[in-house]
């Protein structure tokens, strides 16, 4: 069976732009699946019991798909029904790929939207891809969580791993193994054929979990990489953080694009 990546289609200046970054890379192999959802005239239940499942469709003006992206099939679907309850179901899609805001004059990513629901807790891993381009480098972003481990699976799977420059960031605080964790991501990303360096920093001030995030930010704002590769949690001063703090914070606040995965192992609430 073919990889798959799953584009959200919303016909918004977002999409547009996910749609650029998408096929600005040779995906070799994989399949894509175009996903079309939209709301009902008449509202109705958030409740996956009312769900319109997803269905082939026949666009009037499909996507253009540039040869070089080398997909192996391309297939359309449609459902009318919320975005957020669709595009966060299992799609059985190894990556999902979407713009970071729908429909509207500038419409900021903000709570609610469908950007937001799926950076809280993917089913799928997910990139919010703000501009189109090939990604040349990626800043990965390692704290020895499973979610972490998460992200480093999906990277060595990528087509176009090899062609990219990877910096591991692993900021040290409580968790005296981090360096290991970060060793072992650099070495699994180098045998994919990537060109990786290490970044082991420690963050100013006493090492909280608020300078942590400050240096992050720092690192990511200095280094302007392509692509920012993070897990939904992560292990901060040897406790959980929730999204709504770190990853949360870097798909507000960062102008670059933003991939997203999490451990399915563990349970969300735990």
């Not at 704002?221 to 993070?230: S, T």
Request: aromatic share 6%; glycine share 8%.
């Amino acid at each position: 069976m073919h990889q798959k990546v799953t584009f959200g289609e919303d016909g918004s200046p977002g999409a547009v732009d996910a749609w650029t970054w998408l096929t600005a890379h040779a995906w070799s192999g994989w399949d894509l699946d175009v996903v079309a959802v939209e709301k009902p005239l008449k509202s109705t239940s958030d409740s996956p019991m009312g769900y319109d499942h997803l269905h082939p469709w026949e666009p009037e003006t499909p996507r253009d798909v540039p040869a070089d992206c080398d997909f192996a099939g391309v297939s359309y679907f449609t459902a009318h029904h919320d975005a957020r309850l669709v595009l966060g179901a299992d799609l059985q899609s190894d990556l999902l790929v979407i713009g970071p805001r729908g429909k509207g004059l500038m419409k900021a990513l903000h709570i609610g939207s469908t950007a937001e629901w799926l950076v809280q807790c993917p089913n799928t891993p997910t990139v919010i891809a703000r501009a189109g381009g090939t990604t040349r480098t990626i800043m990965l972003c390692i704290d020895g969580s499973p979610h972490a481990d998460a992200v480093v699976d999906l990277l060595v799977t990528l087509p176009w791993i090899a062609s990219t420059s990877v910096t591991v960031l692993a900021v040290v605080e409580n968790f005296d193994d981090i360096r290991g964790h970060a060793q072992t991501a650099a070495d699994r990303l180098t045998a994919a054929g990537a060109t990786v360096e290490l970044n082991i920093v420690e963050p100013r001030g006493g090492g909280s979990k608020s300078d942590a995030r400050a240096t992050v930010h720092y690192v990511i704002n200095e280094a302007k990489p392509d692509l920012i590769a993070m897990g939904t949690r992560g292990l901060l001063g040897m406790q959980r953080l929730r999204l709504g703090s770190l990853a949360s914070s870097v798909v507000r606040h960062s102008t670059t694009s933003v991939l997203l995965a999490r451990d399915h192992s563990e349970d969300v609430d735990g």
